[in-house]
């Protein structure tokens, strides 16, 4: 059955109560996360992404995959965007024309900034579609047991109309403000993430490298204001520079880090630590490991000491 016929027979001959049809562009780690919330809740779910591949997980629960960023916004009413960023929502949805937008929603849950959102907005407008951002906050475990923190920027319509969709996510979604203002929020908290952990590989090295028993420095930490639950969360893959499976990748933090940046800097504010971070960044996706998990930057800020010339020539006479 094609694709554009799959919306009319869910909704009016299956009659499913509180069944919705879904569509989602962007099957990435976040993006899987959530299709996987829609269909555990009874939802379903019509997929697309540029790399076909990653839809067969999703495809084999159940999940209808479309051929197109265009026959997917066709399918339903209402379609997720969660892509890595604005160049990859443009090429998806504009390279090889302009998809029909009339009368469906679309809801931009990725992270761009707040001027490539406004303009995503109008260009949807353009086409007699609606459109609203609304960033998530949180991790795939949080994605997977609906308990993202889901910010929207729009109007009161656009929460209480898909109200259904975004509590899939959440416990109550925020409304921040218009179209750009959550945009801005979801960078600003992002930027916390790259300040908290860059801060913390620096103090653990610090600590290693004086000698000063790492479970002090927590006991420590753990008992003042300064505790963070991320340093907790990420100390085991410090420990271990064990950086796989990770639940948000160095090179997306290092793009949320340029978008807040480039913000922070036409807001005339002071950036100097934000650039040196997003240096770090850029310095740990330069030894590879863009793919690996955020806390990879431990190896930029703590690169493993070479061993002495004096423990070489021990080693060296056994």
Partial sequence: MALRYIYRFNTLILGREGAMQVSL?????????????????????????????????????????????AEAIEASKCTILTLADAPAIQEALFATGRPNV?????IQMGTIAPAESIALGQEIRTGIGDYFESPVLGSLAEAKAGRL????????????????????FC????????IGQAA??????????????????LSLGLVQRSGVEVETFMNVLRRSALMVPMFEKKLPRLLTRDYARPNF?????????????????????????????????EETVGQGLQDADYSSVFEAVVPKEPSSPLSSRESERG
């Avoid at 009339?102 to 679309?106: A, L, S």
């Avoid at 923190?149 to 509590?167: A, N, Q, S, T, Y």
């Avoid at 801005?184 to 590989?201: D, G, M, V, Y």
């Fill in 102 to 106: 009339q009368d469906r929603t679309i």
């Fill in 149 to 168: 923190l889901v910010m929207v920027g729009g109007k009161v319509e656009h929460v209480e109309r898909w109200h259904e969709v975004l509590k899939c």
């Fill in 249 to 281: 990748s160095t090179r997306h933090l290092l793009k949320d880090v340029e978008l807040c940046l480039n913000a922070a800097r036409d807001a005339n504010l002071a950036t100097p630590v934000l650039a040196g971070i997003c240096g770090i960044l």
């Fill in 25 to 69: 562009i962007g099957t990435g780690l976040m993006g899987t996360a959530m299709a996987e919330r829609l269909m555990t809740l009874g939802h379903d779910v019509v997929v697309y992404n540029r790399t076909e591949e990653k839809c067969t997980a999703l495809q084999q629960r159940g999940a209808l995959r479309a051929r197109s960023a």
């Fill in 184 to 201: 801005a929020l979801k960078l600003a908290l992002n930027q916390l993430i790259a300040t908290h952990i860059t801060a913390f590989s």
């Fill in 171 to 178: 416990e109550e979604p925020l409304l921040v403000g218009p």
